[in-house]
């Protein structure tokens, strides 16, 4: 079973919202698409006016899905009534669903059970995120989608909405996951990709393990790194070049084939190929923690286990920004931490 | 139409309407009004060779319970699923708006109809005409029924339901202090006030039939009301297209 859009896309006027996109999620599978706020309505909105249901743009099974009312929707504009409490919250959606379910085994899973009798308009906004996950184990439908779901979350509550997808795996179904983050596509979707101007392309994550043998036939051995003299990492602005002092640099990112550095919470883009960093920068102590990212050890605070397949690097700088880490480099990274 | 679906709509705005202090203070205006109507009605005073009479029994409180009470409450709670976010949530339960309108509109009837009776009782009325003036009652409430929905569809929050209601009630209650007074506005009999001032006479007189004629001039208003808000609705489909 499949979730297939074919040639579906958006014009208003005379502007392409939207691209056409050709897509296909199977089942059980997360597709995690990274996109701006523009693409991502535009591509939500293909889900929630009738006109592409008609037009049988959006196929799940190889039958036409009749309409939004057979999906799951969670955007971050929706809202609880203030005045009730999570438990008649639950309890109410249950109702209207007409589905039969043990509430506090959902209110556990959200962790709210120490305020299921508290009123939503008291909770943290955290707690009331949690609250709309839990809309998502009650709906039972085929077709999940979820806009920015872990958009300004903490942690805590990120690991629910990761106990939540692992949830809705277990029964059949497709999600999509819209977000502008392309480290939290990678963290939770089987498969990602990137919406934008062009179309959808997808991010290619299974060739991580040719990709590091590549990049390893390539590194120089230790003593010809040494021999290098290397010290500065430049990047190009409007009309001057930027130099870098190596650990002044955070992260370094892949972005659709450019190279940005990530310093002081700012971006730079870098003429310098991701290969070449790597090489460069190694003795420096950073590490290829993805395919797409290159980590400046020393910077980094907090490895975070999301579940057996996902993790990710906090960094220790202002806005503690997160880098995913590859589940084939999690053992590499403990053996050369030595934690 | 789900039957189903309209009952769970309704308990759950029972739940959440007692904690409503919005809705609480317009209730507990409207039982103040009933009392300061009561005794306000055995005044008036003079000006020149006119009376002028602010309150006239129960046709003042229906007055006021229907304006203030069914337009604000029906007109908040409304609103108050686009100013929580909620609605786009019920929409993907496949809750229809005619199926919000209605549980919306059971509760509004249902607060507007207990109000009344309250009323009734304190007036004095006896049961046929408790009956009588109930059943009279209703195109007025259907009228701002369908102007609270109104207003709700044009407003964004709460506070644009009281911006927008207030002139509305004033006009009303201006023309309430005409037909309560003896002064001579053809004009009047235009507007439902008068129809329900008579209305509610000859219902007090045990006059039906005649009471009856008096019910066509705020059926009519009501399905002005009605229709202006299919209008609406027609554009909003057309633009959601």
């Given at each position: 079973m499949a979730l297939t859009l074919k040639g579906s896309g958006k014009i208003i006027g005379n502007k392409e919202l939207l691209p056409p996109i050709d897509l296909t999620v199977q089942d059980?599978?997360?597709?995690?698409?990274?996109?701006?706020?523009?693409?991502?309505?535009?591509?939500?909105?293909?889900?929630?006016?009738?006109?592409?249901?008609?037009?049988?743009?959006i196929m799940y099974d190889g039958n036409a899905v009749a309409g939004q009312k057979e999906l799951f929707i969670y955007s971050p504009d929706m809202g609880e009534y203030p005045r009730l409490t999570p438990e008649k919250m639950v309890r109410f959606w249950g109702q209207l669903y007409n589905v039969d379910f043990d509430t506090s085994k959902i209110l556990t899973l959200t962790e709210l059970t120490h305020v299921r009798t508290k009123k939503i308009k008291l909770l943290t906004y955290y707690e009331q995120k949690r609250?709309?996950?839990?809309?998502?184990?009650?709906?039972?439908?085929?077709?999940?989608?979820?806009?920015?779901?872990?958009?300004?979350?903490?942690?805590?509550?990120?690991?629910?909405?990761?106990?939540?997808?692992?949830?809705?795996?277990?029964?059949?179904?497709?999600?999509?996951?819209?977000?502008?983050?392309?480290?939290?596509?990678?963290?939770?979707?089987?498969?990602?990709?990137?919406?934008?101007?062009?179309g959808m392309q997808e991010v290619e994550l299974d060739e991580e393990i040719i990709e590091q043998e590549e990049v390893k036939d390539e590194i120089p051995n230790d003593e010809e790194l040494f021999q290098q003299r290397f010290e500065k990492i430049s990047a190009k602005t409007e009309d001057k070049f930027i130099l870098f002092d190596p650990l002044e640099i955070d992260y370094i990112e892949t972005r659709e084939r450019q190279t940005v550095l990530h310093v002081n919470n700012e971006e730079f883009y870098s003429t310098v190929t991701m290969k070449d960093l790597e090489t460069k920068l190694l003795p420096y102590g950073f590490y290829r923690c993805h395919r797409s990212y290159l980590v400046n050890l020393q910077r980094v605070r907090e490895v975070i286990v999301w579940s057996k397949n996902s993790y990710s690097l906090t960094l220790d700088n202002r806005n503690e920004q997160v880098v995913p880490l590859s589940k084939s480099k999690y053992g590499e990274l403990k053996a050369l931490l030595n934690w | 139409m789900d039957v189903r679906r309209i009952r769970i709509l309704i308990q759950r705005e029972f739940q959440d309407i007692i904690w409503n202090g919005q809705v609480m203070i317009v209730l507990f205006s409207a039982l103040l009004m009933v009392g300061t109507v009561y005794i306000l009605n055995q005044f008036g005073f003079n000006v020149d060779e006119y009376e002028i009479v602010f309150f006239n029994a129960i046709p003042s409180v229906l007055g006021f319970v229907s304006a203030f009470v069914v337009m604000y409450i029906q007109g908040n709670i409304l609103v108050e699923e686009r100013e929580h976010r909620t609605l786009k949530v019920l929409q993907l339960y496949k809750v229809s708006r005619a199926e919000l309108f209605l549980a919306k509109s059971a509760i509004t009837l249902f607060i507007a109809m207990g109000l009344l009776l309250v009323a009734m009782i304190v007036f004095r009325y006896e049961f046929l005409h408790v009956v009588g003036g109930l059943l009279f009652s209703l195109p007025m409430l259907f009228m701002f029924l369908f102007l609270g929905t109104l207003l709700a569809e044009y407003s964004k929050n709460t506070i644009e339901v009281s911006l927008y209601g207030w002139p509305i009630i004033i006009v009303y209650f201006m023309l309430e202090g005409i037909v309560n007074s003896n002064l001579?506005?053809?004009?009047?009999k235009v507007f439902p006030n008068f129809h329900v001032t008579q209305g509610f006479d000859y219902i007090l007189r045990g006059e039906w039939a005649t009471a009856s004629l008096y019910i066509i001039i705020p059926i009519l208003w009501a399905v002005l009301f009605y229709l202006l808000l299919k209008k609406k609705w027609n554009a909003s489909d057309q633009q959601n297209m």
């Amino acid at each position: 079973m499949a979730l297939t859009l074919k040639g579906s896309g958006k014009i208003i006027g005379n502007k392409e919202l939207l691209p056409p996109i050709d897509l296909t999620v199977q089942d059980h599978d997360v597709a995690a698409i990274q996109a701006d706020i523009e693409h991502m309505d535009a591509f939500l909105s293909l889900f929630e006016q009738d006109k592409s249901y008609l037009a049988n743009e959006i196929m799940y099974d190889g039958n036409a899905v009749a309409g939004q009312k057979e999906l799951f929707i969670y955007s971050p504009d929706m809202g609880e009534y203030p005045r009730l409490t999570p438990e008649k919250m639950v309890r109410f959606w249950g109702q209207l669903y007409n589905v039969d379910f043990d509430t506090s085994k959902i209110l556990t899973l959200t962790e709210l059970t120490h305020v299921r009798t508290k009123k939503i308009k008291l909770l943290t906004y955290y707690e009331q995120k949690r609250l709309q996950f839990a809309r998502s184990l009650i709906q039972k439908t085929s077709i999940y989608i979820f806009k920015e779901p872990t958009y300004q979350l903490d942690l805590q509550s990120k690991k629910v909405f990761n106990h939540v997808l692992e949830e809705i795996k277990k029964m059949h179904g497709v999600v999509i996951l819209l977000t502008s983050s392309l480290e939290e596509g990678i963290r939770l979707g089987s498969k990602v990709y990137r919406l934008n101007d062009r179309g959808m392309q997808e991010v290619e994550l299974d060739e991580e393990i040719i990709e590091q043998e590549e990049v390893k036939d390539e590194i120089p051995n230790d003593e010809e790194l040494f021999q290098q003299r290397f010290e500065k990492i430049s990047a190009k602005t409007e009309d001057k070049f930027i130099l870098f002092d190596p650990l002044e640099i955070d992260y370094i990112e892949t972005r659709e084939r450019q190279t940005v550095l990530h310093v002081n919470n700012e971006e730079f883009y870098s003429t310098v190929t991701m290969k070449d960093l790597e090489t460069k920068l190694l003795p420096y102590g950073f590490y290829r923690c993805h395919r797409s990212y290159l980590v400046n050890l020393q910077r980094v605070r907090e490895v975070i286990v999301w579940s057996k397949n996902s993790y990710s690097l906090t960094l220790d700088n202002r806005n503690e920004q997160v880098v995913p880490l590859s589940k084939s480099k999690y053992g590499e990274l403990k053996a050369l931490l030595n934690w | 139409m789900d039957v189903r679906r309209i009952r769970i709509l309704i308990q759950r705005e029972f739940q959440d309407i007692i904690w409503n202090g919005q809705v609480m203070i317009v209730l507990f205006s409207a039982l103040l009004m009933v009392g300061t109507v009561y005794i306000l009605n055995q005044f008036g005073f003079n000006v020149d060779e006119y009376e002028i009479v602010f309150f006239n029994a129960i046709p003042s409180v229906l007055g006021f319970v229907s304006a203030f009470v069914v337009m604000y409450i029906q007109g908040n709670i409304l609103v108050e699923e686009r100013e929580h976010r909620t609605l786009k949530v019920l929409q993907l339960y496949k809750v229809s708006r005619a199926e919000l309108f209605l549980a919306k509109s059971a509760i509004t009837l249902f607060i507007a109809m207990g109000l009344l009776l309250v009323a009734m009782i304190v007036f004095r009325y006896e049961f046929l005409h408790v009956v009588g003036g109930l059943l009279f009652s209703l195109p007025m409430l259907f009228m701002f029924l369908f102007l609270g929905t109104l207003l709700a569809e044009y407003s964004k929050n709460t506070i644009e339901v009281s911006l927008y209601g207030w002139p509305i009630i004033i006009v009303y209650f201006m023309l309430e202090g005409i037909v309560n007074s003896n002064l001579n506005v053809n004009l009047i009999k235009v507007f439902p006030n008068f129809h329900v001032t008579q209305g509610f006479d000859y219902i007090l007189r045990g006059e039906w039939a005649t009471a009856s004629l008096y019910i066509i001039i705020p059926i009519l208003w009501a399905v002005l009301f009605y229709l202006l808000l299919k209008k609406k609705w027609n554009a909003s489909d057309q633009q959601n297209m």
